[in-house]
Nanobody
Framework: QVPLVESGGGLVQAGGSLRLSCAAP????????MAWYRQTPGKQREFVAR???????DYADSVKGRFTISKDNAKGTLYLQMDSLKPEDSAVYYC??????????WGQGTQVTVSS
């Protein structure tokens, strides 16, 4: 059973918006942080945004002011609202959960494609 399941990816024009969701009902309360990463072919997976259990958020410089991470514990879901999308935001986006012991959980990824 996959503990994290992403959805919401798709094709959008530059300047448009998408909202990604990560269903994590089994682990969202058991992890110390949840985050979004992204990866393009031939490149390493890169950090996008993080939401910690203390309520703090952190963003990569490349998405600050455009992306917003949020979490709904009652629904067991992590979100990433992506506005003012750019072609360089195109990637497979992955949801991540990290436990206090350092164990990482990953989803299967959802493709985001931004056309110019």
């Amino acid at each position: 059973q996959v503990p994290l399941v992403e959805s919401g990816g798709g094709l959008v024009q530059a300047g448009g918006s998408l909202r990604l969701s990560c269903a994590a009902p089994g682990i969202i309360r058991a992890v110390v942080s949840m985050a979004w990463y992204r990866q393009t072919p031939g490149k390493q997976r890169e950090f996008v945004a993080r939401f910690t259990n203390s309520g703090s958020t952190d963003y990569a410089d490349s998405v600050k002011g455009r992306f917003t991470i949020s979490k709904d514990n009652a629904k067991g879901t992590l979100y990433l609202q992506m506005d003012s999308l750019k072609p360089e935001d195109s990637a497979v986006y992955y949801c991540n959960g990290r436990t206090v012991s350092g164990t990482h959980f990953w989803g299967q990824g959802t493709q985001v494609t931004v056309s110019s």
